[in-house]
């Protein structure tokens, strides 16, 4: 891929049903998302609406086609979490290990470091040995773009009649003074 031909930019509602066929890979071929059912079209826009309400939900593309979506969502509700966030990122399965992931969370990151948070996290499925469901692929991607294991919850989620678990990666993006400022 050339760089040049890569944009990224803010989502839209429009871009809902290319992410939402993104995702559906994920929901039926993989333990990479617990979830059983892909959700509606419908849905999937409330999902974005919400998260558009106060967080960046950017898509990377190559002209038209979109290759990707990244976007960051509400780490707790309680109010002392309000410098924390969880990330998801979530790439067409041909695009994956092309540089567009770096790419993508790179520039996420930027705009919540500009907003003001300082905490990144990303839940992320764990297996106890690789299969045909998942790898150890988004503990692999997340340790490269700097972030550290930071828990790990076993047998957890159950798809595809396994038992599988889950871990939590963190990653610091500002400093923790005291009296920080909300974020935007």
Request: hydrophobic letters at 35%; aromatic letters at 16%; one cysteine or more.
């Amino acid at each position: 891929m050339v760089a040049e031909d890569i944009k990224i930019r803010t989502a839209t509602l429009d871009d809902a049903a290319a992410l939402l066929n993104i995702y559906d890979y994920y929901v039926q071929n993989t333990a990479i998302t617990y979830e059983y059912d892909t959700p509606s079209l419908s849905e999937f826009k409330d999902r974005i609406r919400g998260i558009q309400e106060k967080f960046p939900y950017l898509v990377i593309e190559q002209g038209k086609e979109i290759l990707g979506y990244a976007y960051a969502s509400s780490f707790h509700p309680r109010i002392a979490y309000q410098w924390c966030v969880e990330m998801t990122i979530y790439l067409k399965k041909d695009a994956r290990g092309k540089g567009l992931g770096p790419m993508l969370y790179s520039e996420l990151e930027r705009q919540l470091k500009d907003l003001g948070y300082l905490n990144l996290y990303s839940c992320i499925a764990y297996p106890d040995a690789e299969d045909e469901y998942l790898t150890f692929g988004s503990v692999k991607f997340h340790e490269k773009m700097g972030y550290k294991l930071n828990g790990k919850f076993t047998k957890c989620g159950y798809k595809f009649g396994r038992w599988y678990n889950m871990v939590w990666m963190e990653k610091f993006i500002g400093d923790h003074t005291k009296n920080p400022a909300v974020p935007k």
